[in-house]
């Protein structure tokens, strides 16, 4: 770090931006469960993952403009409210669509976090200095939420799954005080006479071409990584008996993956530059569902080696996600919150989009889950690839 923000305020906003991950990974051991309490399939406990994923893209269309038009700190506080009521009411619920509006009001609390905190790095660090920031934040991050599965896990097997909630509220009250007592206000374009309308900006912002790449990279990766997120926990609790507190370990291992790739990116970016990394990375996230399909049809796709590849294909997504979001942030740096809400809002459709698809297509086998990651990889291989060609 240059020391341009102390480190309680960058554990800060690694809280804030790591909120929505955190209380996704300290559900997920539970879906199953859920659908045995309340008698639902698992298209409809999706559900709890999908109104969340949707509440969290809207939300971050709100707070990123929010935060350059009235300060990033003022929108945290909000976002921690919100999401500690989300939590709280969850933990309370009485019925499955309960908790289903519940997260709902949950993401829109995230979505603060994640977008602010993203828009406080480019505040600080600059052009120069975000990229790197950006993937200390990412790896920081990623270790927050590949242990919240792992913690969920355990929760579920201890204390039901009301506790995985509670723990998310316990998470959103240190988001709150962390946020009033240590974050200071960075944000240094405020309102003037003529400011540039909201919607004008997100139609300056999809009318850049650098701006669009680096998005649909940055959204298809991270649907990539939700088809484990939105599968993994039916295809291992439900198809092969493992235990919450077992998958949560293996999904914690497999998520560590990201923190891994994270790391390596603030050593690959500057020796490969952000091209190289980016095409690296594509191809490790093609490479692994490839070869788990490969597995699964060869009737090789033991639970260590659906482990182990999804541990790449999250190692992929580490790589990748902090080249891209830096790529986006400097296609617009006056409206740094309004670029990270946009990002956000497309990402978490697709992540939404890939957790629907894998409550409808899930069948108890690797395949919906392998295949789908296969498709959105050729997909942004073939967006990148395109967007080099065209450069040249």
């Known amino acids: 770090m240059s020391g341009k923000l102390g480190a309680l305020a960058f ?19 539970a879906l199953p469960i859920l659908g045995e309490v309340f008698r639902a399939g698992p298209a409809t406990v999706q559900l709890a993952i999908v109104a969340f994923a949707v509440a969290f893209a809207v939300g971050q269309l709100v707070f990123g403009p929010l935060s350059d038009r009235s300060g990033r700190r003022g929108a945290l506080l909000i976002g921690g409210a919100l999401a500690l009521a989300g939590s709280l009411a969850a933990a309370l619920a009485g019925d499955l669509w309960m908790i289903v509006a519940a997260r709902s009001i949950q993401g829109l609390g995230a979505a603060a976090g994640y977008v602010v905190a993203r828009a406080i790095v480019r505040d600080v660090y600059g052009a120069e200095g975000a990229a790197g920031a950006m ?9 927050c939420f590949l242990l919240a599965p792992l913690a969920g896990g355990l929760l579920q097997d201890f204390g039901g799954w009301r506790t995985g909630f509670a723990a998310a509220a316990i998470a959103a ?40 790449v680096y998005m649909k990279l940055h959204a298809i990766g991270y649907a990539g990584l939700y088809c484990f997120v939105a599968g993994a926990p039916f295809l291992l609790i439900e198809g092969r008996g493992l235990a919450p507190s077992g998958y949560g370990a293996l999904a914690a291992l497999a998520m560590s993956g990201f923190l891994a790739g994270a790391m390596t990116a603030r050593i690959a970016i500057p020796r490969l530059g952000r091209t190289r990394t980016i095409s690296v990375s594509l191809a490790i996230m093609l490479a692994a569902p490839a070869a788990l399909l490969g597995a699964g049809f060869l009737g090789y796709d033991s639970t260590p080696a659906i ?8 190692f992929g997504g580490g790589l990748l996600a902090p080249n891209t979001a830096a790529g986006v942030m400097m296609a617009h740096p006056n ?18 989009a890939a957790a629907l698809i894998q409550g409808l297509i899930y069948d108890g086998t690797v395949f919906p889950m392998a295949g789908l990651q296969l498709l959105l990889a050729v997909t942004a291989w073939t967006v990148w690839r395109w967007s080099l060609s065209v450069r040249r």
Do not use: D, K
């Open 11 to 29: 554990a800060t906003l690694v809280l804030c931006s790591a909120f929505g991950e955190v209380s996704t990974g300290l559900l997920v051991p």
């Open 135 to 143: 993937a200390l934040l990412f790896a920081l991050m990623s270790a």
């Open 173 to 212: 009250t240190a988001w709150l005080v962390s946020a009033f007592l240590i974050m200071p206000e960075t944000g240094t374009n405020r309102p003037r006479p003529g400011t540039e309308a909201v919607h004008r900006v997100y139609l300056r912002l999809f009318r850049h071409s650098g701006f669009l």
């Open 307 to 314: 482990t182990a590849l999804q541990f790449a294909v999250w």
């Open 335 to 352: 409206a740094a919150g309004a670029a990270a809400a946009a990002l956000g809002f497309v990402q978490m459709l697709a992540a939404a």
